[in-house]
């Protein structure tokens, strides 16, 4: 259909809002809102037939009433300041209820999710920024897609270099539940959420400290040659183990009953917690005894003089043997299934040793060449977690020579 040129020779003025015209009530305006909205959405035809001609702020020309009409008759004007015309006019003709529904209209259409629209690597970065309480709590709400990007573990990853917590806590590797922990963790320290106890009874350094978690007792080793049994509740000492000539500096609980302990005298002591009887005493070591671990029936301990001895804690007798350091043993563990051990010594390597047979497999040397002071087998990662000197500490694969990664 033809469009009567009409060229505005300036820009159209945006008419006034209604309570700025005196005497005006709403629905009196010459082009009604009830009317244009009839015309618009429903394909009727009017009295004057399918094409009328309206006179909409200077624009004359014929418009079809019909709703389909319309939009088709809307979309192929050529000039932007036309289409401009007529939405003004029809937002000019709205009651304030209409008005407030077509507002919510334009607000949904132009809402973008740009989390979700963007790639997955510039939406973790952009998600870098936003404080760890705002993505705990209402980010991962939004929607799926959301709480999918908010738990992503490289995210997870960024906030703990951040925070300096440096790897995952014991028996886990999801860097969340990492963070989640420690906020926790901190949140208890700074507001006292904690009962302090002050054991006190030693007469030297306490050297070890070991709990039971089944029903609270704490056991500790000190340089007085004793072991000092408490309890967790009262922080009352319940019992002491006297028998060792040297300083006490491991212990690991057996069961309910059974307390194991190894000393400076180069001796482990089998002990009944409930009698304070030693019902064992088992004298191979040749050194000290730094270290001693146990896993289902497998108790292993290492000591200074070079060498880890695998026990049979049933019997009280030795298995294996496990030689081939050159400097202490200072710590040992073993993986899930007791068919692994690892030894970690200060001739600054990594020993995995084969319980089966004695032979070791592996040998992990770090380049910087410090004594290995601590291990820890991961259970969830099958990768065994060890220190040196407390201040670096590499995360080793099962199957590699090279540590994974290191902090």
């Not at 015209?21 to 037939?49: A, D, R, Y």
């Not at 020309?61 to 401009?84: A, V």
């Not at 108790?299 to 001895?309: T, V």
């Amino acid at each position: 259909q033809a469009w009567t040129p009409h060229v505005p020779s300036s820009r159209i003025p945006f008419p006034k809002k209604r309570h700025m015209i005196q005497g005006e009530v709403p629905g009196t305006h010459p082009l009604s809102s009830e009317q244009l909205c009839s015309t618009i959405l429903k394909p009727t035809q009017p009295p004057g037939g399918l094409n009328s001609t309206l006179s909409l702020g200077g624009l004359n020309s014929t418009i079809p009433l019909g709703g389909p009409q319309f939009l088709k008759w809307f979309s192929n004007l050529t000039e932007d300041w036309q289409q401009q015309e007529i939405l003004q006019i029809l937002v000019w003709n709205l009651d304030p209820k209409e008005l407030h529904y077509f507002t919510a209209l334009l607000k949904r259409h132009q809402h973008r999710d740009f989390i979700a629209d963007l790639p997955e690597g510039v939406s973790l970065h952009v998600l870098e920024y936003l404080p760890a309480k705002e993505l705990l709590r209402s980010c991962c709400r939004v929607s799926t897609k959301w709480q999918k990007r908010c738990s992503n573990e490289k995210l997870w990853e960024v906030k703990c270099q951040r925070n300096r917590i440096d790897l995952p806590m014991q028996g886990m590797l999801s860097w969340r539940r990492t963070f989640v922990d420690d906020l926790k963790l901190k949140r208890n320290w700074k507001f006292k959420r904690c009962i302090v106890q002050c054991l006190c009874g030693h007469t030297g350094r306490v050297l070890c400290v070991r709990i039971r978690e089944e029903d609270g007792v704490i056991a500790t080793g000190g340089s007085d040659r004793t072991v000092r049994l408490w309890n967790v509740s009262t922080g009352e000492c319940t019992g002491i183990l006297n028998g060792h000539l040297k300083p006490v500096w491991c212990l690991c609980f057996l069961g309910k009953n059974l307390l194991v302990s190894g000393s400076g005298d180069s001796s482990l002591k089998v002990w009944n917690t409930s009698t304070g009887v030693c019902g064992r005493h088992l004298q191979v070591h040749k050194g000290p005894v730094w270290t001693a671990l146990i896993k289902k029936d497998v108790l292993i301990s290492g000591s200074h003089d070079h060498s880890a001895i695998v026990w049979d804690v049933r019997h009280c007798s030795v298995q294996r043997v496990l030689e081939g350091h050159n400097g202490a043993v200072f710590s040992v563990d073993l993986d899930e299934n007791s068919e692994l051990a690892f030894t970690a010594s200060g001739d600054k390597t990594v020993g995995v040793w084969q319980l089966s047979s004695g032979l070791c497999l592996k040998r992990l040397k770090h380049a910087n060449g410090h004594p290995v002071v601590a291990l820890q087998w991961q259970e969830v990662s099958t990768r065994p977690f060890v220190g040196w000197r407390w201040t670096h500490a590499p995360l080793w694969g099962g199957g590699g020579h090279t540590p994974l990664c290191g902090v």
